[in-house]
């Protein structure tokens, strides 16, 4: 069964095309990373499957809800950990996962928050104030409050920033270790090593557009996905060019000379 | 930055220069990408809106010595406000505007110091102010007076003595934030030395602001006027200690023990109280905000009735005065997130809407009432009821407007054209029959009893139905 499914889904700003008909299908139990250059429509993308953003045109399903419909159901099934998000500057971490665990109206959660902040390597700092924090110890928190309510998928932007080398480590094998067990992790990403080392899944997204689908365990050992991610970029840019395509951003306050949409223009990316 | 001057003094002041013009452009061009065209129009409303305010109150037979101390006051208040920026430094930019850089933060990164920085920002909102805003509101008062015979020499010092007075305004909190980054009993010091000097008349505020200068123009009032505004602002960026002391804060968990005692279902009020208290100033600066509105009400009803044959009703005008002065505690519960820190709960716009009510009543209704409490010592226990019943009606219909009009962006206001008109008018809807019946107390109590109640109960009922459309109406928008 489908954990995603997602038919034409549409997002426009006026003139700017931030999605444009994605269609993709997430199995559960598959750890999917999405891959693109800036602007291409990855954050849109999981703003409109946890029901924070109506897409233009389109359908999706998240865990059989509509988040559209019913984008509160979603919410309350998924664990969600956007980009660049910081824990409450006057909470410490122990009082803001309280208060995820309130708002999202679970017991027990005083367990639930010792065992996460021992998992994620900051006992220590449960009771320091998240604004005297440093940014990898606001990213564990973070991290914590998508999981501590064991939910069956999660999404997150760029799961790794800011952690170091041993940390990332070992939110490595929490996330494989998470989908082992029958749950279902949507990752977007612009290092495309994360996406080679855990994903068994990766969808690369241009303009708004999916690219290219492809599963990172069955490429060929002389293969790097750093090769195939470029290919199938300039590729999908050959197409827009021929067909004169159009050049969309993320979104409505994204210049189109901006330093993103250059990116675009070039075909590079970030990795 | 500074170029190889010779003189480290001159290329100290050509640097001070240069910023001073850099900030300047940058605050414009912040406001041209912020909100266009529309930023044009505001002077022209807050003339407009100057203008009417003071023809209504000449018609209550106002003399316009007492409107121009009013106007003196309000733009006292308005400065405190302004300056309490300091209180919360960076973060406040940050939730005011996005996630921006600007030369104020820029100490890190120039070779210069951050009290240069922050003396340059505040001269250039000084001039901003100014121009922009305080100019407007001369004009407005102009257009009035002009025609009720006052010199138009009068006039133009008013615009000079409300820069003053604002000047005072932001010196004032902005000392008290850099007092308190060093000592914060040493702030509660300060404010009560200044709130007992004041009771017992040693201290004249009046004469010790720019009014002073306004209403007996001489050299010794100049100094005396312009002499403490001019020592705050030099005294704020330099008790301003901003260095991070390296020492990560620890906080006891007070969040359970606060959210059984307020009986919060999904913690929104709760977390939004904690941030409140625990930012700087913490629950003080809502008694201070309110101390500071009840000390200019105060000022204003007495100069009103010893300057007409009018007894004004302290009770209604408090009452009044305090509910509208909650917006700023409105500001403060929504400066800390935004609504996208909720987007990614199951929990409505509109449960997050009567989460920051909750947590806006909790902090403004006692320390309003706590001033009332105070009016008692010499205004009789029936007026002071009035006011009590008034004020916290008032302040639930401030909060409807503020949610429905400014969503999580009430700071907004201050440069957003239509929403400043749309909120003004909201305001002015209920706080003018507020303020006629305030004025009306002496010749019919009865009736002004009445108006009040009977404006303030309408009033929070469409506060509420105000409320209850913001969550649903800030969703929309934001989807």
């Not at chain 2, 020499?153 to 615009?159: E, K, N």
Request: charged share 20%.
């Amino acid at each position: 069964m489908a954990a995603i499914e997602t038919h034409d889904l549409t997002k426009r700003y006026r003139d700017l095309t931030a999605l444009a008909d994605l269609s993709l299908s997430v199995p559960e139990g598959e750890l999917f990373g999405l891959l693109g250059p800036n602007g291409s429509g990855k954050t849109t993308t999981i703003e409109i499957l946890t029901g924070q953003l109506d897409p233009t045109s389109g359908t999706a399903s998240v865990l059989g809800h509509d988040p559209v419909d019913d984008h509160l159901a979603v919410r309350e099934v998924v664990g969600i950990l956007p980009e660049r998000e910081d824990p409450p500057s006057f909470l410490t971490p122990r009082e803001y996962l309280q208060f995820v665990g309130d708002v999202r109206g679970f017991d027990a959660v005083d367990d639930r928050i010792d065992e996460w902040a021992d998992r994620l390597g900051f006992v220590e700092h449960l009771d320091t104030l998240s604004t005297d924090l440093s940014e990898g110890e606001r990213q564990r928190v973070m991290l914590a409050q998508a999981f501590i309510h064991e939910p069956d998928l999660v999404f997150i932007d760029e799961p790794l920033v800011n952690l170091d080398p041993i940390m990332q480590a070992e939110v490595k094998d929490h996330m494989r270790e998470y989908c082992e067990r029958g749950n279902t992790l949507f990752l977007s990403t612009h290092f495309l090593e994360v996406a080679e080392e855990l994903c068994t899944s990766v969808g690369i997204v241009r303009d708004g557009t999916l690219v290219a689908e492809r599963d990172p365990r069955e490429m060929d050992p002389d293969e790097q996905l750093l090769d195939y991610f470029r290919s199938e970029v300039q590729a999908a840019a050959r197409r827009d060019g021929d067909h004169g395509g159009e050049s969309p951003t993320s979104g409505p306050s994204v210049a189109p000379d901006d330093d993103e949409s250059a990116v675009e223009a070039t075909g590079e990316f970030d990795a | 930055m500074s170029g190889a001057d010779s003189t480290g003094r001159s290329a100290s002041g050509g640097l001070s220069t240069r910023l001073l013009t850099r900030m300047i452009r940058e605050e414009w061009r912040l406001q041209a990408e912020l909100f266009g065209d529309r930023f044009a129009v505001f002077p022209l409303v807050v003339a407009a809106f100057g203008g009417i305010g003071v023809w209504l109150l000449t018609v209550t037979g106002t003399s316009m010595d007492a409107i121009a101390a009013g106007v003196h006051g309000l733009v006292f208040f308005f400065g405190l406000q302004v300056g309490t920026i300091g209180l919360v430094g960076r973060d406040a930019l940050r939730d005011v505007l996005g996630d921006v850089t600007m030369l104020v933060f820029s100490a890190r990164t120039l070779p210069v110091t951050w009290r240069r920085l922050l003396a340059i920002f505040m001269l250039k909102d000084l001039l901003y102010y100014s121009a922009l805003f305080l100019a407007p509101l001369a004009v407005g008062y102009a257009a009035v007076a002009l025609s009720s015979g006052v010199p138009a020499t009068q006039v133009a010092l008013l615009w000079l003595t409300t820069t003053g007075a604002f000047a005072l305004g932001v010196g004032t909190s902005l000392t008290l934030a850099g007092v308190g980054t060093r000592s914060r009993a040493a702030v509660v010091a300060l404010v009560g030395l200044l709130a007992v000097g004041i009771v017992t008349g040693h201290l004249d505020p009046a004469t010790l602001s720019p009014y002073g200068f306004y209403s007996d123009p001489s050299v010794r009032t100049a100094l005396t006027g312009f002499g403490p505004a001019l020592a705050l602002l030099a005294l704020g960026p330099l008790a301003f200690e901003p260095v991070d002391s390296g020492v990560a804060r620890s906080a006891t968990d007070r969040y359970s023990r606060l959210r059984a005692t307020i009986r919060d279902h999904d913690g929104v009020a709760t977390r939004t109280v904690l941030e409140v208290a625990r930012s700087s100033g913490s629950v003080w600066k809502v008694l201070f905000s309110m101390g500071v509105l009840f000390g200019v009400t105060v000022f204003l009803v007495r100069e009103v009735a010893s300057a007409s044959t009018l007894t004004p009703s302290y009770g209604i005008a408090v009452g009044t005065l305090l509910g509208l002065g909650a917006f700023t505690t409105y500001s403060w519960v929504t400066q800390f997130d935004g609504a996208a820190d909720y987007r990614r709960f199951p929990v409505s716009m509109d449960a997050v809407f009567a989460g920051k009510r909750r947590a806006y009543l909790l902090l403004s209704v006692p320390a309003g009432l706590v001033y009332l409490a105070l009016a008692l010592l010499w205004v009789p226990a029936g007026e002071v009821l009035i006011g009590a019943v008034v004020f916290p009606l008032v302040a639930v219909y401030v909060f409807g407007v503020t949610a429905y009009v400014t969503g999580f962006s009430p700071n907004e206001l201050l440069f957003d054209t239509p929403l400043f008109v749309a909120f003004g008018a909201a305001l002015a809807l209920v706080s003018i029959p507020l303020i006629v019946a305030a004025l009306a107390y002496g010749q019919a109590p009865t009736t002004a009893t009445g108006v009040a109640i009977g404006v303030s109960v309408l009033a929070a009922l469409v506060g509420i139905a105000l409320a209850r459309r913001a969550g649903p109406r800030w969703d929309r928008q934001l989807r």
